[in-house]
């Protein structure tokens, strides 16, 4: 059995990984975008390009560390690699050349984006593969799958609640800006650019201080077989089951809507709500929704599935209406002129809380395909189904950074505050445009509240897996098999 050592330096694992991809998420395109410039348009293109580059490198590299044999083990020396390699990344992106020209800035962003989702693949993968070389199986390994999630939510929400914050105190650190550039950083830009460079610094070297622990304290106990999915085997697994398809392209909707906003909220904070403190706002709206996240998965689910004794698709049509309500709430007290952070939180909470049940429901709806699929087709494609849930999400967060970049391309909303002292408290909002506030609140809300809704269509005239029904299923399935054992 898996000791508290083991336990809890895995879970780090999880800490110092999702800090990392969370921090890549959330400010790629603000950093390149808002403060070095470089065209909204062009961002949306790298990241939307990055995203379907990993549909091939994904399987690829599943195949890599599948067929790797070593003293070490087969997932632990591509951790360890992975790790070291995403870290220099990480920093490389974040620590832009401020005197390249436009032209120089795309073609940085791009190679460094790119190279580090390579990267975060060679390390990610191994780190979910590897625990069936270490643990029992049953709830021991269920018991470790969930601490590692609930700890990548941990550094999650250290990245979203304290960026905003660290990042103009740790800018400061950089000096004033070189004469020549004065011109081109004005206002605050100059700080932001050093903060994320200092701060991103250190989330690298925690991220590689935890893997090492991580590496030095867990030992893979056998040789286990992986599993990997070609592209070619995911799509056919999809046609060959209607379920499975509903479910991933809800997947998807539910996703783009959700990070269409996030990708946003943070130009909401600085360029409408404004401010002289808005990183401060932005942050606390972020600690509050991810502490809503989190709780709606450990205890409005439950609430919802077993003391409310709703079915799982009205406790999906519950949350997608949660989210809706949110988003209106959120439209309309921008648009009454609401000016303080505390009203917007509860329309997060709404929207946040939402996404928590989303993710233990389509957790549930995939799970529950895979024995429509076994018999409808005689075929259990648990691992290749499982395969595209971290594909789609990843497609979901490059189509709504693709449509982000695109509003703020449209809206102009980049370098604003110039010719404003360095050291100077800024209100942002004060140098925007009510129409393109009005805008930036339409494609926050509005679009969101349109692809949810397009979602509930495809999901209602589609998707037939009731409560009802997956006991039919079970039972079916049940019959069978004790049909064939007995032949």
Request: proline fraction near 3%; hydrophobic fraction near 50%.
């Amino acid at each position: 059995m898996l000791g508290l050592k083991e336990k809890t330096t895995y879970g780090l694992g999880a800490v110092g990984k999702d800090m990392v991809y969370m921090l890549s998420a959330s400010y790629i395109l603000y950093y390149f975008q808002d403060i070095l410039g470089v065209s909204a348009a062009a961002m949306g293109v790298i990241l939307l390009v990055a995203r379907i580059f990993d549909a091939f490198n994904d399987p690829i590299m599943g195949v890599i560390v599948a067929k790797t044999k070593t003293r070490w083990g087969k997932f632990r020396p591509w951790l360890f690699i992975g790790t070291l390699t995403n870290a220099v990344m990480l920093f490389l992106m974040f620590a832009a050349p401020p005197r390249l020209d436009a032209g120089g800035l795309v073609a940085y962003a791009a190679v460094t984006y790119i190279v580090w989702g390579v990267t975060y693949t060679m390390m990610d993968i191994p780190y979910w593969s590897m625990i069936p070389a270490f643990t029992n199986g049953g709830k021991e390994r269920e018991g470790l799958t969930t601490l590692a999630r609930s700890c990548a939510g941990v550094g999650s929400a250290f990245i979203s609640i304290f960026t905003m914050i660290l990042v103009p105190i740790l800018g400061k650190l950089g000096g004033k800006v070189p004469e020549d550039l004065a011109g081109r950083y004005p206002g605050n830009q100059w700080i932001e650019l050093n903060g994320f460079k200092f701060f991103v610094l250190g989330v690298a070297v925690l991220f590689v201080v935890f893997t090492v622990i991580m590496c030095f304290t867990i030992k893979e106990k056998s040789s286990v077989d992986m599993k990997t999915a070609k592209i070619s085997e995911m799509f056919k697994a999809l046609v060959r089951n209607d379920q499975a398809m509903c479910v991933v392209i809800t997947i998807v909707v539910i996703n783009v809507a959700l990070y269409i906003t996030s990708t946003l909220v943070i130009y909401f904070f600085k360029y409408d709500l404004g401010g002289t403190e808005w990183n401060q706002g932005y942050s606390l709206f972020n600690m509050v929704g991810g502490g809503a996240q989190i709780l709606s998965m450990m205890l409005l689910y439950p609430l919802l599935r077993n003391v409310l004794k709703l079915n799982n698709i009205k406790i999906f049509y519950v949350s997608v209406s949660m989210s809706v309500i949110g988003y209106v709430a959120l439209l309309i007290m921008a648009s009454i002129g609401v000016n303080s952070v505390v009203p917007f939180l509860i329309p997060g909470v709404l929207v946040m809380a939402s996404a928590g049940v989303n993710n233990v429901i389509i957790t549930v709806f995939l799970a529950n395909t895979v024995d429509y699929g076994d018999l409808k087709n005689h075929r259990r494609d648990e691992s290749v189904i499982f395969s595209m849930q971290t594909f789609v999400v990843k497609l979901a967060s490059g189509i709504s950074a693709f449509v982000a970049s695109i509003a703020l391309s449209v809206l102009h909303l980049n370098n604003i505050g110039e010719g404003v002292a360095s050291d100077a408290a800024i209100d942002f909002s004060l140098a925007v445009p009510a129409s393109s506030k009005i805008g930036l609140r339409m494609v926050m809300t509005v679009i969101p509240i349109i692809v949810l809704l397009i979602g509930v269509i495809i999901f209602k005239s589609k998707f037939i897996l009731t409560d009802k029904k997956v006991e039919e299923i079970s039972a079916e399935l049940k019959k069978r098999n004790e049909s064939e054992a007995s032949e």
